[in-house]
T-cell receptor, first 107, second 113 residues
Framework: GQSLEQPSEVTAVEGAIVQINCTYQTSGFYGLSWYQQHDGGAPTFLSYNALDGLEETGRFSSFLSRSDSYGYLLLQELQMKDSASYFCAGIGYQLIWGAGTKLIIKP | DAMVIQNPRYQVTQFGKPVTLSCSQTLNHNVMYWYQQKSSQAPKLLFHYYDKDFNNEADTPDNFQSRRPNTSFCFLDIRSPGLGDAAMYLC????????????FGPGTRLLVL
């Protein structure tokens, strides 16, 4: 079957770095997207990887390894406003979303 | 500013009473999506339109229908809402085949009494 797995919850400290992992199993895979969603809000696109390697966008970076069917989102210099849920979404023959990772940031 | 607009933001309906949710976009994107999202869960894709071509997900209940009269507007019709249909309904758009970059509206929260 097709699925994406990510941790349900991650806790980190303000100012630190946190990595949110996503492993996938999708047919016809051609890329992995990341979205941020604050409580009560809509998902917001963060990043997309079609090729192996690291994509950097400000404090956020995303990585993909096709050979390992694995990707991650890296958040640096964490701020309290980064407290949100983060979803990976696999793009292939179907669009499949992970269950989401709730990021809790402590002062 | 170009955007995705959903109306209303909150909708209350009665069990079994048909309801329609609306989405409009000023991005001129040719793909529009409808998602259902329940608390602490991932968005669940119900269907999407690629231009006028309708694509239904295999597990979307027949109770859910959609219409796209033109590029800018898309509607979600729930023919006979049940208590289990109470959720946030999200509309999203993307340009061409670029499903990886979707722009979401603020959502409509549906309450079924």
């Amino acid at each position: 079957g097709q699925s994406l797995e990510q941790p349900s919850e991650v806790t980190a400290v303000e100012g630190a770095i946190v990595q949110i992992n996503c492993t996938y199993q999708t047919s016809g895979f051609y890329g992995l997207s990341w979205y941020q969603q604050h409580d009560g809000g809509a998902p917001t696109f963060l990043s997309y990887n079609a090729l192996d390697g690291l994509e950097e966008t400000g404090r956020f970076s995303s990585f993909l390894s096709r050979s390992d069917s694995y990707g991650y989102l890296l958040l640096q210099e964490l701020q309290m406003k980064d407290s949100a849920s983060y979803f990976c979404a696999g793009i292939g023959y179907q669009l499949i979303w992970g269950a989401g990772t709730k990021l809790i940031i402590k002062p | 500013d170009a955007m995705v607009i959903q109306n209303p933001r909150y909708q209350v309906t009665q069990f079994g009473k048909p309801v329609t949710l609306s989405c409009s976009q000023t991005l001129n994107h040719n793909v529009m999506y409808w998602y259902q999202q329940k608390s602490s869960q991932a968005p669940k894709l119900l269907f999407h339109y690629y231009d006028k071509d309708f694509n239904n997900e295999a597990d979307t209940p027949d109770n859910f229908q959609s219409r796209r009269p033109n590029t800018s507007f898309c509607f979600l019709d729930i023919r006979s809402p049940g208590l289990g249909d109470a959720a946030m309904y999200l509309c999203a758009t993307s340009r061409g085949g670029r499903q990886e970059t979707q722009y979401f509206g603020p959502g409509t929260r549906l309450l079924v009494l």
